[in-house]
């Protein structure tokens, strides 16, 4: 399970793959909106909050579709359908809001800043 942090003061994404059983554990049974601490992350004093992601085949998370499942809805607007003219509607899949162990990319962002930067604990400073 991967893992897309995004920092929203710089605008900066940075991928950690979270091969860890336990950085698992700690997303599974969650929703998006949900607050989850990331100091099994390595990121001390860090809180993140779930916007969103997508399961092995591609298919995206909705905040609106209760549940794990993938489902077939009639949408409107994305995630999960970018409709080229105004009141086009389409049935699509997509997942439900809750992640589970189908998931394969968890995108979240920072809700709240440690007192170290991002970039020193993640190891991507640049020299």
């Not at 059983?21 to 992350?41: C, N, P, Y």
């Amino acid at each position: 399970m991967q893992i897309v942090i995004s920092d929203p003061k710089t605008g900066k994404a940075y991928k950690v793959e979270g091969k860890d059983t336990e950085a698992s554990a700690l997303f599974i049974g969650k929703r998006i909106g949900d607050a989850v601490d990331a100091d099994i992350l390595g990121l001390g004093g860090y809180v993140l909050e779930i916007t969103g992601g997508s399961d092995k085949e591609g298919m995206p998370m909705r905040r609106d579709v209760s549940g794990t499942a993938r489902k077939r809805i009639l949408i409107t607007s994305p995630p999960g359908y970018r409709p080229k003219e105004k009141g086009k509607r389409r049935r699509k899949s997509v997942r439900g809001n809750e992640i589970s162990t189908e998931i394969s990319q968890i995108n979240v962002k920072i809700k709240e800043y440690g007192t170290k930067p991002i970039e020193v604990l993640l190891g991507k400073t640049e020299n």
